[in-house]
């Protein structure tokens, strides 16, 4: 087992495997890597990297970029993580070309995914990606729910102006067995995005917590509460002014 400066144990690993996108999203704050590279590793790098770290305990990967779907080899690369001995393989996409990929992972071994889709309005979605075709997304949601990657999570930021008061439209949606909604709040990486777009997420909470039918708190998850509510499963995640974020995080992060 591997344990950090904090003693806590590394149980898990999230890699970005490219800094390469397809959008440009207002609030993106590309794993905190700022600088552009040229530079991946191979398959065979990123295998090794994380059979490594399983050997030390470490049972569940994350796989993000960038976007990873740009990398023609990304199946080859959750192939070759599967063979490691890791548990729990998933990934964070834009949605932009999981039509195409859904099941190709699956067979590679991919368990689960999460996709970013913070409106359900075409217009709204060109703005805040700069010219993303949400029609492309919605379609890769549901290959992959074909595919079985469960649970698909969809990352909805909270963003004022974009969906406060919108959240309704995706339960309506999205009520359906093997997906999750994952309500994020926006964080200040950059302070003019934060000033415009940043809502307080607390009214909407108490909406959720009004109307669920189970209400669950995931302790190894931040504390973050888990709303189950006329067949929708909601999660809300506050990396701000959240003490639990990061006190027991258990994960190191690899960058591209």
Known sequence: MIYDLFERPVISARISITQRCNLDCVYCHREGIFEDSTREMTPEEISRILGILAKHGVKKVKITGG????????????????????????????????KEYAARL??????????????????????????GDLKRV????????????????LNVVAMKGINDGKIKEFLDRYSKEGVVLQLIELMDVDSEIFGKYHYD??????????????VRVRKNMQGR????????????????????????????????
């Open 67 to 98: 976007e990873p779907l740009l990398r023609d080899d990304v199946a080859d690369i959750v192939e070759g993580i599967s063979r490691i001995g890791i548990e729990d393989i998933s990934m964070t996409t834009n949605g932009i070309l999981l």
């Open 106 to 131: 699956k067979e590679s071994g991919l368990n689960r995914i999460n996709v970013s889709l913070d409106t359900l309005n075409p217009d709204v979605f060109k703005k805040i990606t700069k010219g």
């Open 138 to 153: 919605t379609e890769g949601i549901e290959a992959a729910i074909e595919a079985g990657l469960y649970p698909v999570k």
């Open 201 to 214: 997420i607390d009214e909407i909470e108490r909406g959720l917590e009004k109307d669920a039918s189970d």
């Open 225 to 256: 509460k888990k709303y189950t509510l006329n067949g929708a499963q909601v999660e809300v995640i506050r990396p701000m002014h959240n003490t639990d974020f990061c006190a027991h995080c258990t994960r190191i992060r690899i960058t591209a």
